[in-house]
């Protein structure tokens, strides 16, 4: 396939149709002119053969001018110049005539032609100005290689009314439309079906007309084209070749977005990580601090402490590796979500359990404030994964003493929902969160205030959902009149746990 | 040692487990504590009873420990010792530059905090005597006299060209504090010679050379790596 930019032309005949007008209007004016030469003098007869001339020149251009100007002037001499019916001349005077009348017949006839010409030109340019500028408009709304391949095969079909255009792509070339398993995308759209991609229509082996789609990669496809009956013209290649660029444009803009895009994506994920990188060392050191100060103080000089004190660094040491458990354990959970092999290991299990567990473990984090558990007794069991409905409670719990100030309520309620589920509670009196964050604030690393304000790695909530979706529930938060809450719902039956029952 | 005269060191911390640990131990070590978990509970405890010396967490729930410190110094001379979890240079030059004395990363040993306590309180009560306008300072066997422009050493005079003099004197004058660079740059040379870091080196050694007694092992003049220096007075 050659790289330079080529068209080629099947056939370049010349259209006989406007001769045959001008041959016409030459006859009827030499039948007339036969008809009322004795009433008029050969001066006007030879000035009234200028208008056919006239007119064939201005209605069909140039040649067709011409070629009327060559007949008026044998018509002329054969029907009315001495002698009558032959092409001899033998005055002088008749010659000069004659002469003159050619040269006038022929500037008109030019004349005319050009002025034709040029219009016709003009006309064709400003048709082609539009039809570019409808399309680049068109290919500027476009964001993907598909969308840019129909635009460009309706344009070319209602451009040059042609029967039938193919858009052949390199499928390496077209990230956003997948290889073919010929490792090229064909579509074809045909005239006579438009929109029916592909169609069994018989297929010509060689098509008319070709364009190739050059960009600065280099070649990724072409347009071919077949129209029967009329061949391209040199404006009609022209235009299609510039409908060639500015689609070869439109994919080179496509395909930028796309890199672009996913530079963007990489970028946001590399961020995302350094973010939690900081977050966790962050989170790692501050009860490390606590741990390696208290340790120090009894390491150095125990003497000097009294056993009030030593229990104190005792019990904040406990509390913080505890705390640091939590942290792990939120870490391994995440990279169980985002590996995907959560899997809830099911048993049945009282909810108020759960919730006496991990309330009994946190009891030092929750002094600060007022714990509430309002769980119905009539409550179902639910079948969930024990270690997991504890580190949701955990972190649902931690959030809520966070964000709200100390010595105020947190209230943990879960009630029936409907036959299939139950509604789980969490609610504490803290401010709320602004509307448009109420979604993202599971997602992962997401903090609504700046990082190094507020402790934690943005992973706590971002794991309940996780945990809550295997479990096949839903987890969301509610700003309300007093405070802020957590929602999440558990199913009561499951699919596993109704094929077991099918079975039993 | 009654209650009058134990320093009182006044801890801002966000964190409820450093607050308490803190507490435990330093008031184990005879000091008075009081703690603020906030910076404006933090600023308005330091205004209603002046603190001896405040350690100062960076990451508060409602300002930026750079903040705090850079309004304390606003009205304030107190010593600040910052325990912040960040610990890159540019965050400790950051704090250093709004007025702290000294940094230190967490963890950090007991050890090393008390330790730091002790030089910052040190610093403080000479700058307090003579209305805090000390005149010489004495640590070891060198004796600097800020008003003389005067050195000795063991009783020997130390010839000092005009430039080392001031910044030695200026090193003494903040005694116990970590400069950084681009403090002494633009108090001893010149705020456009803040980057000729290369000049500091320079005059420190040749303080060495003439101050120290092994010049490698300094005593007075102490390297912070990355942010500055420290005069240390024993």
């Given at each position: 396939m050659?790289q330079?930019?080529?068209?080629y032309?099947a056939?370049?005949?010349?259209n006989?149709?406007p001769y045959?007008?001008?041959l016409?209007?030459?006859?009827?004016?030499?039948?007339?002119?036969?008809?009322?030469?004795?009433?008029?003098?050969?001066t006007s007869?030879?000035?009234?053969?200028?208008l056919?001339?006239g007119?064939?020149?201005?209605?069909?251009g140039?040649?067709?001018?011409?070629?009327?100007a060559?007949?008026?002037?044998?018509a002329?001499?054969f029907?009315?110049?001495e002698?009558?019916y032959?092409l001899?001349?033998?005055?002088?005077?008749?010659?000069?005539?004659?002469?003159?009348?050619?040269?006038t017949?022929?500037?008109?006839?030019?004349?005319?032609?050009?002025?034709?010409?040029?219009?016709?030109k003009?006309?064709?340019?400003e048709?082609?100005?539009?039809?570019l500028?409808?399309?680049?408009s068109?290919?500027?709304?476009?964001?993907?290689?598909k969308?840019?391949?129909?635009?460009?095969?309706r344009k070319?079909?209602?451009?040059?009314?042609?029967?039938?255009v193919?858009v052949?792509?390199?499928a390496k070339?077209?990230p956003?439309t997948?290889?073919?398993?010929?490792?090229?995308?064909?579509r074809?759209?045909d005239a006579?079906?438009?929109?029916?991609?592909g169609?069994?229509?018989?297929?010509?082996?060689?098509?008319?007309?070709?364009?190739?789609?050059q960009?600065?990669?280099?070649?990724?496809?072409?347009?071919?084209i077949w129209?029967?009956?009329?061949?391209?013209?040199?404006?009609?290649?022209?235009l299609?070749?510039?409908?060639?660029?500015q689609?070869?444009?439109?994919?080179?803009?496509?395909?930028?977005?796309?890199?672009?895009n996913?530079?963007?994506?990489?970028?946001?994920?590399?961020r995302?990580?350094?973010?939690?990188l900081?977050?966790?060392?962050?989170e790692?050191?501050?009860?490390l601090?606590?741990?390696?100060?208290?340790?120090?103080?009894?390491h150095?000089?125990?003497?000097s402490?009294?056993?009030?004190?030593s229990g104190?660094?005792?019990?904040?040491i406990?509390?913080?590796t505890?705390?640091?458990?939590?942290?792990v354990?939120n870490?391994l959970?995440m990279?169980?979500i985002?590996?995907?092999?959560?899997q809830?290991?099911?048993?049945?299990?009282v909810?108020?359990?759960i919730?006496?567990g991990v309330?009994?473990?946190?009891?030092?984090?929750t002094?600060?404030?007022?714990i509430q558990?309002?769980i119905?007794?009539?409550?179902?069991?639910?079948?969930?994964?024990?270690?997991?409905?504890?580190?949701?409670?955990?972190?649902?719990?931690s959030?809520?003493i966070?964000?709200?100030?100390?010595?105020?309520v947190?209230?943990?309620?879960?009630?029936r929902q409907s036959?299939?589920?139950?509604?789980?509670?969490?609610?504490?009196?803290?401010?709320?969160v602004s509307?448009?964050?109420l979604e993202?604030?599971?997602?992962?690393?997401f903090?609504?205030?700046?990082?190094?304000?507020v402790?934690?790695?943005?992973l706590?909530?971002?794991?309940?959902?996780g945990i809550?979706?295997a479990?096949?529930?839903?987890?969301?938060?509610e700003?309300?009149?007093?405070?802020?809450?957590?929602?999440f719902?558990?199913?009561?039956?499951?699919?596993g746990?109704?094929?077991r029952?099918?079975?039993? | 040692?009654?209650a009058?005269?134990q320093?009182h060191?006044?801890?801002?911390d966000?964190?409820?487990?450093?607050l308490?640990?803190l507490?435990t131990?330093l008031?184990a070590?005879r000091?008075?504590?009081?703690?603020a978990?906030?910076?404006e509970?933090g600023l308005s405890?330091?205004?209603?009873?002046?603190?001896?010396?405040?350690?100062?967490?960076?990451s508060?729930?409602?300002?930026?420990?750079i903040?705090v410190?850079r309004?304390?110094?606003?009205w304030s001379?107190?010593?600040?010792?910052?325990?912040?979890?960040?610990?890159?240079?540019?965050?400790?030059v950051?704090a250093?530059d709004?007025?702290a004395?000294?940094?230190?990363?967490?963890?950090?040993?007991?050890e090393?905090?008390?330790?730091?306590i002790?030089?910052?309180?040190r610093?403080?009560?000479?700058?307090?005597?003579?209305?805090?306008?000390?005149t010489?300072?004495?640590?070891?066997?060198?004796?600097?006299?800020?008003?003389?422009?005067?050195v000795?050493?063991a009783?020997?005079?130390?010839?000092?060209?005009?430039?080392e003099?001031?910044l030695?004197?200026?090193?003494?004058?903040?005694?116990g504090?970590?400069l950084t660079?681009?403090?002494?740059?633009?108090?001893?040379?010149?705020?456009?010679?803040?980057?000729?870091?290369?000049?500091?080196?320079v005059y420190?050694r040749?303080?060495?050379?003439?101050?120290e007694?092994?010049p490698?092992?300094?005593?007075?003049?102490?390297?912070?790596p990355?942010?500055g220096?420290?005069f240390?007075?024993?």
């Amino acid at each position: 396939m050659k790289q330079d930019f080529y068209l080629y032309n099947a056939s370049n005949r010349i259209n006989p149709w406007p001769y045959l007008q001008v041959l016409v209007g030459i006859f009827i004016m030499t039948a007339f002119l036969v008809l009322v030469k004795q009433w008029i003098s050969p001066t006007s007869l030879a000035l009234l053969y200028l208008l056919p001339i006239g007119l064939g020149a201005s209605y069909y251009g140039l040649g067709p001018g011409l070629f009327a100007a060559i007949l008026a002037f044998l018509a002329f001499n054969f029907f009315f110049v001495e002698p009558l019916y032959s092409l001899f001349v033998h005055r002088t005077q008749d010659l000069i005539g004659l002469v003159v009348f050619l040269g006038t017949a022929f500037a008109i006839g030019q004349g005319f032609g050009m002025a034709r010409q040029n219009l016709e030109k003009a006309q064709a340019r400003e048709r082609e100005a539009i039809l570019l500028s409808e399309f680049s408009s068109e290919l500027a709304d476009l964001h993907d290689g598909k969308g840019i391949v129909q635009a460009l095969e309706r344009k070319v079909l209602e451009t040059f009314q042609v029967q039938r255009v193919e858009v052949i792509l390199e499928a390496k070339h077209t990230p956003d439309t997948g290889a073919s398993e010929t490792g090229r995308e064909g579509r074809t759209k045909d005239a006579a079906n438009p929109g029916n991609v592909g169609a069994h229509s018989p297929r010509p082996a060689r098509p008319d007309l070709l364009a190739p789609l050059q960009t600065p990669r280099g070649m990724i496809g072409e347009i071919r084209i077949w129209r029967f009956n009329s061949p391209f013209n040199a404006s009609e290649q022209r235009l299609l070749q510039t409908f060639a660029s500015q689609a070869c444009l439109a994919f080179e803009r496509t395909r930028l977005t796309l890199a672009e895009n996913r530079a963007r994506v990489l970028e946001e994920s590399d961020r995302l990580k350094t973010s939690l990188l900081s977050s966790v060392s962050h989170e790692f050191r501050t009860p490390l601090a606590t741990i390696k100060a208290s340790v120090t103080a009894l390491h150095s000089e125990t003497d000097s402490l009294d056993p009030e004190a030593s229990g104190e660094l005792l019990a904040a040491i406990e509390e913080e590796t505890d705390h640091l458990n939590l942290l792990v354990g939120n870490l391994l959970d995440m990279s169980r979500i985002e590996s995907g092999v959560l899997q809830p290991k099911r048993s049945w299990n009282v909810l108020s359990e759960i919730v006496a567990g991990v309330l009994h473990r946190m009891q030092s984090f929750t002094k600060s404030h007022t714990i509430q558990v309002d769980i119905s007794e009539d409550l179902p069991l639910v079948s969930v994964d024990y270690l997991q409905l504890e580190q949701v409670f955990a972190n649902l719990i931690s959030n809520s003493i966070k964000f709200s100030p100390v010595d105020t309520v947190i209230l943990i309620s879960a009630g029936r929902q409907s036959d299939q589920s139950i509604l789980v509670q969490v609610k504490n009196q803290g401010p709320g969160v602004s509307e448009e964050y109420l979604e993202r604030i599971f997602d992962k690393f997401f903090r609504v205030t700046a990082a190094e304000r507020v402790s934690g790695i943005g992973l706590g909530l971002s794991i309940c959902k996780g945990i809550i979706q295997a479990h096949g529930g839903r987890i969301w938060a509610e700003n309300q009149p007093d405070g802020f809450a957590y929602f999440f719902t558990l199913p009561l039956t499951w699919e596993g746990d109704i094929q077991r029952e099918e079975l039993e | 040692m009654n209650a009058a005269i134990q320093p009182h060191i006044l801890v801002i911390d966000d964190e409820p487990q450093i607050l308490r640990a803190l507490r435990t131990v330093l008031t184990a070590k005879r000091f008075r504590v009081s703690t603020a978990s906030r910076g404006e509970e933090g600023l308005s405890l330091a205004a209603a009873q002046p603190p001896d010396l405040i350690i100062l967490d960076l990451s508060l729930p409602d300002m930026d420990g750079i903040e705090v410190c850079r309004q304390l110094r606003t009205w304030s001379q107190v010593p600040i010792i910052v325990l912040s979890v960040r610990d890159r240079e540019h965050d400790k030059v950051e704090a250093l530059d709004h007025g702290a004395d000294d940094y230190l990363t967490k963890p950090f040993g007991i050890e090393e905090l008390l330790a730091r306590i002790r030089v910052a309180l040190r610093h403080s009560i000479q700058t307090q005597t003579a209305d805090g306008k000390k005149t010489v300072i004495r640590t070891g066997s060198l004796e600097i006299d800020l008003m003389q422009h005067l050195v000795t050493r063991a009783g020997e005079e130390v010839k000092l060209t005009a430039t080392e003099f001031k910044l030695l004197a200026y090193l003494a004058a903040n005694a116990g504090r970590v400069l950084t660079h681009q403090m002494i740059l633009s108090n001893v040379w010149d705020p456009v010679d803040v980057d000729r870091v290369e000049y500091l080196r320079v005059y420190i050694r040749l303080l060495r050379r003439k101050l120290e007694d092994d010049p490698e092992k300094p005593h007075f003049l102490v390297n912070e790596p990355g942010i500055g220096y420290r005069f240390l007075i024993e």
